[in-house]
């Protein structure tokens, strides 16, 4: 079974199966896994890398997706690629000389997953490779709102069309006569959200929640005034609890792997608070 996720940014991990290599490493970004894992195993002239050219087989294992942008997603890339030149991972300890690069990249994963700004994205970490698979270290487990996953993924272009409700209008739109949509009053200030680019919606099938994006960071973040950045809030208009890295993608104008908060599940943050006691 192959899940379609709409606006992919991915991180993967590569493992070389050719023994004159076997156990080497790849860390790249891709938008699009299928065709990339043909492009390393095809070499620098189908349009791998050069450290991976020429040593394939490889394997892709395992992939972080979920970012809200390529640049989140080149960014955790290169931390990952970097552990000990990057400033956020400097409590990550030295590769001992008998540990894989696998397995201690697979360390330096479960420590970028669990602080800031990673452990505030909706990540999700699958093994494509399930006989590659490594239980992650008891007390470095991905926070609650990042699932793990298993099986292929394959990306999928976001839907044309108009992006929200305050979204641009689809190409020729304007030519039909279709009016630009009227200014809509923020759901938290009340003032006026003049620019669409300055607005976010609720994905949630009929909430007709419009509000400024800074507006709705410090509503939901009104339990913790130290972050930046919220993981999870209810929503003002129709109280659903979702993602804020679900609505910036569907302020991007994607539609597709948005879900609601399952409301049995605990409270995340409270459960990062008690994870850092």
């Known amino acids: 079974m192959v899940v379609e996720v709409e606006g992919f940014y991915g991180v993967y991990l590569l493992f070389c199966t050719n023994p004159k290599y076997k156990g080497r490493i790849y860390i790249g970004f891709t938008v699009n896994p299928e065709r990339r894992i043909q492009q390393h195993n095809g070499g620098k002239h189908k349009g791998g ?11 892709m294992v395992l992939i972080v997706h979920g970012f809200p942008n390529d640049i989140a997603a080149l960014r955790f890339e290169w931390a990952w690629q970097h552990p000990h030149v990057s400033r ?21 994963l479960s ?19 399930q006989e590659y698979r490594r239980e992650l270290p008891l007390l470095l487990q991905p926070p609650l709102h990042m699932p793990l996953a298993f099986g292929q993924v394959r990306a999928r272009p976001i839907s044309k069309g108009q992006k929200g409700r305050l979204g641009e209008t689809g190409e020729g739109e304007s030519a ?22 300055d607005a976010l919606c609720c994905f949630q099938p009929g909430c007709t929640l419009t509000a400024h994006i800074l ?14 950045i919220p993981v999870e809030g209810l929503c003002p208009s129709c109280g659903h609890s979702v993602l804020w890295g679900d609505l910036i993608r569907y302020r991007n ?14 409270h995340w943050v409270d459960e990062l608070h008690r994870s850092s006691d």
């Open 49 to 59: 890398a050069w450290k991976t050219s020429g040593r394939g087989p490889w394997d």
């Open 88 to 108: 956020r991972l400097t409590h990550v300890p030295r590769k001992p000389k008998k540990q894989s690069s696998f397995d201690f990249h697979l360390l330096v």
């Open 111 to 129: 420590h970028m997953l669990r602080v800031a700004p990673w452990n505030r994205l909706p990540l999700t970490l699958r093994w494509l490779r």
């Open 176 to 197: 039909r006569g279709v009016m630009p949509p009227a200014p809509q009053r923020c759901r938290v200030c009340y003032e006026w959200v003049q620019d669409k680019d």
């Open 215 to 228: 507006c709705l960071a410090k509503l939901f973040l009104l339990k913790e005034p130290q972050s930046l």
């Open 253 to 266: 104008g994607c539609y597709g792997d948005l879900e609601e908060i399952p409301s049995s599940q605990a």
